[in-house]
């Protein structure tokens, strides 16, 4: 089995450049990163994990129209993960195909008040679960603190030969929370700051790059990658810093799981 993942949008809500910044990484042409968002590939099974506002533009750079996502994960129901599915619907509808959006049943209820034009008869149905199997692997949803921001979900992928996971939004994981990443592989994780201090903890919503680092460790995880990576990230200059079991996604990189 081949399982890979492309990586459509790595920014925070903000995007990278942010309006009307000029610092340095906003000015950096090699920086730019659009709202994150998965593509995941199983053999021919094509999954969209997450809708940016972006997805048109993402999908048109580096998406397959040969291979159009028919199967969608939500991790959560905030603006940068799902403003893109009007977008998705509209693609369903006009390529006449059929799709499945997949989430807990909290977040299916709140993506059905917000988009009640998205239904089946126009290609797209909404099915509310945390576990699924595609293949031989299983899906699973499990809830984590997304610190001042309420909740999110992160999403495990588990077969014979590989078990990772992606949590783009995620802040101080209870001992229950943490207990579905053990034995993961690889972790995929959001990382606004690389060293967050201005922000009071109170208020803050996401780990840092060091507090993933140590998270990893913890959970004995051999491979980390960071996304969702705000514009006080230079994935440049702070991956001189990071040990060698990590690395910064980008958009457009391509890893496969399992090797």
Known sequence: ??????????????????????????E???QVRTRSSLLVMIDEETILIDVSPDFRHQFLQYGDAKRLPTHVLITHAHNDH?????????????????????????????LERRFPYIQPQRGTAMVGTREMMMKDVSITFHPVSHGYNGMANAIVFT???????????SFQLTMGQKQPLYGCDHLIMG????HETHTPTAKRSVYD???????????????????????AVDRFRDGEYIPSHAQFAYDGKTIVMGT
Do not use: N
């Open 209 to 231: 790059v060091q507090e993933a680092v140590e998270l990893a460790k913890e959970l004995s995880i051999p491979k980390v990658t960071f996304t969702h990576l705000s514009h």
């Open 82 to 110: 799902i403003a893109g599915l009007g977008d998705y619907s509209d693609l369903c509808y006009w390529q006449q195909l059929s799709s499945t959006l997949y989430a807990p049943p909290e977040v299916i209820e709140t």
């Open 191 to 194: 990382t606004s700051y690389y």
């Open 159 to 169: 077969h014979d030969t590989f078990k990772w996971a992606y949590l783009p939004d």
């Open 28 to 30: 950096d042409s090699q």
């Open 1 to 26: 089995m081949t399982t890979s993942v492309t990586f459509l949008g790595t920014s925070d809500a903000q995007g990278v450049p942010r309006i009307a910044c000029s610092c340095e990484v906003c």
